[in-house]
């Protein structure tokens, strides 16, 4: 295999990236700025170095704990559970939130053999048990495998009713068209409707 | 600027990749296996060392002259001219020739400041006149810029007249629908019609 084979392949097993636009980048790295690509792959390299799980809330981060825990303005009686470490990031561009967060690594997805024991609801638990939470807010993905997480999440969750357990609301998406909206998500925003 | 961030951003440099993509493709690569990052930093750091244009065609290659200027089983009475080295994977792909290439490395293009002295047209002449060609085949792209070039190698060529000089065929894509057929094209299939 020549060495543009190998990296046009390499590239292709990136997610999103088909053999095509595999070419393409790699064709844009023969003619691109020397330092551009030593940049980019020393940024590839070391980034699994860098880079690693709170200890707290299970977020990427580059310090321990995240600057998400460790900012003492924030909201300790509010926990926002999610799926993958990069949803704390979305969230928090959303400006709609100050408390703190957990991330469970996934969800409950059987056909993919993903079962609690592969989340971090044990941790869920402990923190609950030692923290000074009043509400606890599911902010797992509006998909089957969300749904049955936050499911389980209010199972395990039942011997604390000191907690307010809410999840984020489903709906149109801001900006979206009622003609493009598809049946399930027009069916849940008509149940939920809210009083105007 | 973060480990993640400046991954991120790197990444978003690169041709098709937004913010988003690089994000995804970032939050992936801190979680895929540790080989997989090194072989691929390994790959984009090492690849302009390894691959440079062919000193004869132009096409990018690993040993010079590339493997088709070095084919002594290729008809070196045909010069296929295209515009970037990917052209030449691109129509070798396609199995429908077995001449030589010239890569002019672009088209002549006065709004991005791409004049004929930007192209290699001087070493274009110098293949035909140093060559046996009997067909010049033009197989730019049927762009604006495309035709212009198209249209200044023949000009250049007007003191070849025992040279054929032909252009890759256009019309309605193989399995399209004319439906979905741009105006253009359209109008390019009707004038270019041929014998059935």
């Not at 580059?62 to 600057?67: A, H, K, Q, S, V």
Request: with cysteine.
């Amino acid at each position: 295999m020549t060495a543009l084979e190998n990296l046009i392949q390499t590239l292709s097993r990136l997610p999103g990236i088909g053999v095509k636009s595999a070419s393409r980048l790699a064709y844009h790295l023969i003619k691109t700025e020397k330092s551009y690509n030593q940049n980019l792959a020393q940024a590839i390299a070391t980034i699994q170095e860098r880079v690693f799980p709170c200890s707290e809330c299970g977020s990427f981060t580059e310090t321990d704990p995240c600057p998400v825990c460790g900012d003492p303005s924030r909201d300790r009686s509010q926990l926002c559970v999610v799926e993958q470490p990069q949803d704390v990031v979305t969230l928090q561009s959303s400006g709609a939130y100050n408390g703190l967060y957990h991330v469970l690594g996934g969800a409950i997805s059987p056909l993919d053999g993903i079962g609690p024991e592969h989340l971090s609801f044990a941790k869920l638990i402990k923190r609950i048990e030692k923290g000074s939470f009043s509400e606890l807010i599911i902010a797992t993905n509006p998909t089957e495998e969300g749904d049955t997480t936050a499911l389980y999440i209010r199972h395990i969750l039942k011997e604390h009713p000191e907690l307010s357990i809410t999840r984020l609301a489903s709906g149109l998406p801001i900006g979206g068209d009622l003609e493009y909206a598809d049946r399930i998500t027009l069916a849940r925003s008509m149940r939920g409707r809210v009083r105007f």
